[in-house]
């Protein structure tokens, strides 16, 4: 049987993902967790601090799980096609629901915002390792930011979540955009020595207009 504190986390990371930062409280959660209320300020001393250690244990299981399939990228393309499994098996388990619930509610209390930014600086970590994997030698190594494009990718999936409640065709369509970017940047590696030259420079030379402007 799980202890008491593994308890206590499930049960806040399933408010989280039903009822939302709103839902969450010691009562709701105890009830959930079928413990006494009194043991979630035993165990981790407030209401947020509870919050806090249950989204970073969801974040870290999940980031964990996929690593496996992140290995197995090769091309942004082929990153973007495990980013949209990977974003509707979150969906369906909860998890994006619990990161945008965390950042709206991060919004107006630091306190909330600590576990949202952990769990964001954590995909963006194993984004990252991907991102600069696939465009080593890529004619957009030299012009892209690998860290920069990792928030860009991490910051689009949580987005979604809160899209897809308003306008899921919409969401789709978004999806479809960041795509079909990846597939340009994998035609352009596929090209052939002299066009790569002519974009090269072309790119290189975008970008130092680009940095001189700011």
């Known amino acids: ?17 039903t009822d939302g930062i709103t839902g969450v409280s010691a009562r709701v959660v105890a009830a959930r967790a079928d413990v006494n ?8 001393g407030t209401l947020t601090g509870l ?11 999940s980031a964990d799980h996929y690593r496996a399939a992140f290995a197995e990228v090769e091309s942004l393309s082929a990153l973007l096609r495990t980013g949209r499994e990977l974003h509707a098996a979150e ?3 909860g998890n994006v629901a619990l990161m945008a619930q965390l950042m709206a509610g991060g919004q107006h ?5 600590a576990p949202a930014r952990y769990g964001m600086t954590r995909w963006v970590d194993e984004i990252e390792t991907v991102i600069d994997r696939v465009l080593r030698g890529s004619l957009l190594a030299d012009v892209s930011d690998a860290r920069g494009l990792s928030r860009i990718v991490c910051a689009s ?5 809160l899209y897809d409640g308003v306008d899921p065709e919409g969401g789709t369509a ?3 955009a960041l795509t079909q970017l990846a597939q340009v940047s994998d035609a352009i590696d ?7 030259r002519a974009v090269s420079a072309r790119l290189k030379s975008g970008s130092r207009r680009a940095q001189r402007k700011t």
């Open 174 to 176: 978004a999806l479809d």
């Open 157 to 161: 999936f949580i987005g979604l979540e």
């Open 190 to 196: 596929d090209l052939g020595p002299v066009a790569r």
């Open 109 to 113: 209390d630091p306190k909330l915002a």
């Open 1 to 17: 049987m799980p202890d008491t504190k593994t308890k206590l986390i499930d049960a806040t990371i399933d408010v989280l993902r």
């Open 37 to 44: 209320q009194a043991l979630v300020f035993y165990h981790f």
């Open 91 to 93: 969906q369906a388990s």
């Open 51 to 61: 919050i806090d250690t249950a989204a970073r244990h969801a974040v870290d299981a």
